[in-house]
């Protein structure tokens, strides 16, 4: 039998099985450009991911697979991947659960949506969010090609980073506020003083 700390152990496990697949540089996600570059590259580069961005990307995994639909777009030796809740009537429509109902959909949201409707060839798509209550509120979109573009140019510029290990530039927006690496970012380590080889030696009273 397992005992409670093997249990976490195994545990972790699973969720690092899940979070390193696919971490081939030239598959990128829709998801993945759809929010800060630099964050995206964190969550591929860094060892230790903390645990709460370890979880965002558990569900991501968890919906990648088990949700809907899945297609792919190939540019040049890159795989822009997209995946959709559902296609009905001819529109991908993407559901979020969220504990208070926006007024206006989230940015990356919509940015995905409109990748996943180039990449999935349809006109018109739908994000719907629900709350656990019940209560729902949807937005509609028609497809924007300048904004798939930018996709697009994102996706290459993530991707040729990954390949040169250069971190992206700061994006920064309201995203920073909740985002794991704020402290990587934005907050300057105090920097000590370089000691001389004297100091190092003995060589020299302070
Ligand atoms: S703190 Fe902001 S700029 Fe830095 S990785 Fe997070 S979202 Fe990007």
Request: hydrophobic share 35%; net charge neutral; with cysteine.
């Amino acid at each position: 039998m397992l005992g409670e700390r093997s249990i976490k152990d195994t545990v972790n496990k699973a969720i690092d099985s899940m979070i390193t697949i696919e971490r081939d540089d030239n598959r990128i996600y829709v998801d993945e450009v759809a929010v800060c570059l630099r964050r995206s590259y964190y969550n591929r580069r860094e060892r230790s991911i903390p645990a709460k961005e370890r979880l965002i990307l558990m569900k991501r995994f968890m919906y990648r697979n088990s949700m809907g639909r899945r297609e792919e777009y190939h540019v040049e030796d890159l795989t822009l991947i997209a995946s959709a809740d559902t296609i009905v009537d001819d529109a991908v429509i993407k559901f979020d659960i969220v504990d208070r109902l926006p007024s206006t959909p989230e940015p990356a949201s919509l940015i995905a949506l409109n990748a996943s409707l180039w990449i999935f060839n349809k006109e018109e798509g739908a994000l719907v969010y629900l709350t656990r209550d019940g209560d729902s509120i949807q937005f509609s979109i028609t497809r924007d090609k300048r904004l798939f573009d930018e996709t697009i140019r994102r996706a290459k510029v993530l991707n040729m980073l990954l390949k040169d290990n250069r971190v992206p530039v700061f994006e920064p927006s309201e995203e920073c506020m909740n985002c794991p690496y704020y402290e990587k970012c934005y907050i300057q380590h105090k920097r000590y003083e370089n000691p001389t080889l004297e100091k190092i030696f003995g060589l020299r009273r302070e």
